[in-house]
């Protein structure tokens, strides 16, 4: 069964919690926090103190996606981060494995992301040591890009990968899914599929979370 994550990069900040208990209600199964301060990526956009104001709006599990160019730093200054999984770039780790082991110190699961740019065979040796792999389809910043046409063969890249080292390891996509690609991403691989213009700016976000859902089964 496919999960859908909330990006709340995409939700109207002037009323995030209720933004929050909508995407719920509709059917979300988790929620995406995009943590940007203007270095790694050209946007600023979410902070750990989001995570903590939010949590009493819904139980679901809280992702954090530390774009961000000192992730170390972040991870020893806020620690814990009050989220369920902390997601880290793989172009901003200067030694993955003491990266992966602070996130589980902190009882979190840890997670690696995926630039579009990013070749898929260097990060491959560390997939024994996450939870999450979190690959994007456009470049990190902004919401509302067009996904990118070689997602779909990375995600397929990587499924094969993770099978043939007998692992039990969630594919994530962000970055322009939509109805129409769901299902291409699903086959390709895709475990959990993070949606926010999409999903914010729909009509009737149940309607749109039924009809994700509906498509990939079909």
């Known amino acids: 069964m496919v999960q859908i994550s909330a990006s709340l990069l995409a939700a109207d900040y002037a009323r995030l919690g209720e933004e929050v208990q909508c995407a719920e209600a509709a059917g979300v199964d988790s929620f995406h926090f995009d943590l940007m301060d203007g270095h790694y990526a050209p946007n600023?956009?979410?902070?750990?103190?989001?995570?903590?104001?939010?949590?009493?709006?819904?139980?679901?599990?809280?992702?954090?996606?530390?774009?961000?160019?000192?992730?170390?730093?972040?991870l020893e200054r806020f620690s814990p981060l009050d989220a369920d999984a902390i997601i880290v770039m793989w172009d901003t780790?200067?030694?993955?494995?003491?990266?992966?082991?602070?996130?589980?110190?902190?009882?979190?699961?840890?997670?690696?992301?995926?630039?579009?740019?990013?070749?898929?065979?260097a990060a491959q040796q560390f997939f024994p040591?996450?939870?999450?792999?979190?690959?994007?389809?456009?470049?990190?910043?902004?919401?509302?890009?067009?996904?990118?046409?070689?997602?779909?063969?990375?995600?397929?890249?990587?499924?094969?990968?993770?099978?043939?080292?007998?692992?039990?390891?969630?594919?994530?996509v962000d970055g322009g899914v939509k109805q129409e690609n769901a299902p291409s991403l699903i086959r390709a691989g895709a475990n959990?599929?993070?949606?926010?213009?999409?999903?914010?700016?729909?009509?009737d976000m149940r309607v749109f979370v039924e009809g994700i859902k509906d498509s990939v089964e079909a």
Do not use: W
């Open 192 to 203: 959990i599929l993070i949606i926010g213009t999409a999903l914010f700016q729909a009509p």
């Open 44 to 74: 600023i956009a979410l902070a750990p103190q989001h995570l903590r104001a939010l949590r009493p709006y819904t139980r679901l599990p809280f992702h954090a996606h530390l774009e961000l160019s000192n992730p170390d730093d972040v």
């Open 129 to 172: 040591l996450i939870d999450l792999l979190l690959i994007l389809g456009v470049q990190p910043g902004f919401g509302g890009q067009q996904i990118q046409p070689k997602t779909f063969e990375t995600v397929a890249q990587a499924r094969y990968s993770i099978e043939s080292m007998g692992l039990d390891l969630p594919i994530i």
């Open 93 to 121: 780790l200067t030694d993955p494995r003491r990266a992966f082991a602070n996130i589980h110190t902190q009882g979190k699961r840890a997670g690696l992301s995926l630039s579009p740019d990013d070749p898929l065979t």
